[in-house]
């Protein structure tokens, strides 16, 4: 049989699955392999291997997404260690990116010390994995997946917003009516002025008024963009790019508000050739589950319980994220502190075999070729190459005939940001896009990374900057770029040496960043599991 299986077993079941049923999904040749490997992973286990047919339908081991399935198969070295990770996936309504950062940290290990306490707030019924769901898991149908998805809670109803709420479409005054002294009543256009949650002060008033919103209305940004949702604070002009929502009394604006927080990217109206936008018949054609007040009610305190404490840690690791960047910035500056002032000092010209400036025109782009370094290639010591532009070897010759840049060499951003630089790396070659420079330590007075360190730090950064010109965007001009003053230059031992702490200091501090820009990412997640469960009607048993 094992020859079998090896021998074009696969391929060939995948063909004939995809001719007997060609509107089905899942019969890859790897899908198919990993549905072999699942039956022999789960039937280690006794307690499967002994149930059948409905039986196995209701196990829990199938209330979980197929993708889901093949992380844990891939990671996991026993059954026991599965089975807690598909029980937590059903607790806690994990999508596939929160499950493969659990399985990660090896969370079994410590038997789940590191969750939170919201499994106590949230029943086990699946939430977010509803829509992620294996279309045909086992080879069932996507239609049967669909009408499981689509069950409304006994008690609830699907109703129209302009069922159950009044719908007002902005409508602008005339600009001569406009004033920024605060007479008449705030006027507001879009979404500019929106805050978090509820729309920020008002900027501009008007004494002629059109179309107004109440306070607690919800404020639907309806132009470009379509579907962001704030709360008005106080009676307010609306203009063309919102619409108010304001609720009747068979619905609780702040439950309205948290689904169409929920469904903003799903809201959508039509399509224009200048913005898109969506129409008040539009709006009031959404349709929103209902269930009774008192359970609508209820609905909200939980959200409000969840997300208050969801706030609290995501603020925490925000703060501790900052405070990951600023200790290696602090100790950049303590590092530096010495070499922006005394008696002797080196201008960064008479330290450099060349300093050259960019082409001041954009260069003709392709999609493959020689990448083109602008200012939002330049990081913080390190080139960004995520998008950069590419040019054809004829135009790198063009660009690069004042100076090819080599490896080791230093490009400075003059705008945009200003003041970031980046070390070319070995084996790249590029050339230099519009508001860049070309620096070129002497090997025997600098280290380039030194020198890279040296201008990212607080001080010399603040000097570069009280140069610069520009009313809106800072320039650094070229002659303070080479008139720049260094004063006590080390060796390039103790360069080196400085080179390889602050390298070191700066891959820890990197791997904190990376933890805490993961744990932010998975509140998240786990707010999008929340509110997916609230609308499902699983979460006021």
Known sequence: METTWGSGFFEQLSKDLRSEFPDMQGFSETNLKYCKRFYLFYTQDNRIRHQLGDELEEHLILQIPWRHHIEIMVKCKSVKEAFFYVQKTIENGWSRA???????????????????????????????????????????????????????????????LGEVC?????????????????????FYQGKKDFGIKYIGEPTTW??????????????????????????????????????????????????????????EKEITGSTGAVFDSISKAQIENIEVPLPPLPEQKHIVAILDQCFTAIDKAKANAEQNLKNAKELFESYLQ???EGKIQGEKYFSLDSLC??????????????????????????????????????????????????????????????EAPAGNI????????????????????????????????????????????????GATVQHINMKDIRAFKIYNISDLKEQQAIVQQLDALRAETQKLEAVYRKKIADLDELKKSILQKAFAGELAD
């Open 206 to 263: 008007t004494t002629s008024v059109t179309k107004e919103a109440e306070a607690d209305d919800i404020l639907m940004s309806v132009r470009a963009p379509v579907g962001p949702v704030n709360f008005a604070t106080q009676k307010i002009c609306i203009g063309r790019g919102l619409a108010a929502i304001r609720a009747g009394e068979k619905i609780e604006t702040q439950y309205l508000f948290h689904f169409l927080v929920k469904h």
């Open 98 to 160: 929160v499950l493969m950062n659990f399985l990660e940290a090896d969370l079994f290990s410590s038997q789940g010390k590191a969750l939170s306490n919201f499994s106590r707030l949230l029943p086990e019924p699946q939430s977010d994995l509803a829509n992620q769901t294996l279309i045909g898991f086992f080879f069932h149908t996507a239609d049967t997946a669909a009408r499981r998805t689509r069950r409304m809670k006994k008690g609830w109803k699907v109703k129209r």
């Open 422 to 469: 980046a070390v070319i790396p070995d084996s790249l070659k590029v050339c230099l896009g519009q508001r860049t420079v070309l620096l070129r330590p002497k090997k025997n007075k600098l280290v380039s990374k030194y020198l890279s360190y040296l201008i990212l730090s607080k001080q010399v950064q603040e000097i570069l900057l009280s140069h610069s010109t």
């Open 353 to 414: 075999e060349l300093i050259v400036d960019c082409e001041h025109k954009t260069a003709p782009t392709q999609e493959t070729g020689y990448p083109s370094i602008r200012t939002p290639n330049i990081g913080k010591g390190e080139l960004i190459l995520k998008d950069v532009n590419r040019v054809s070897y004829d135009t790198y010759l063009k660009w690069t005939k004042r100076a090819i840049p080599q490896a080791g060499d230093l490009i400075l951003a003059r």
């Open 334 to 336: 303590g590092v530096f």
């Open 166 to 186: 009044d719908v007002i479409a902005g409508q602008s005054p005339e600009g001569k009516f406009y004033n920024v002294n605060g007479h008449g009543i705030p």
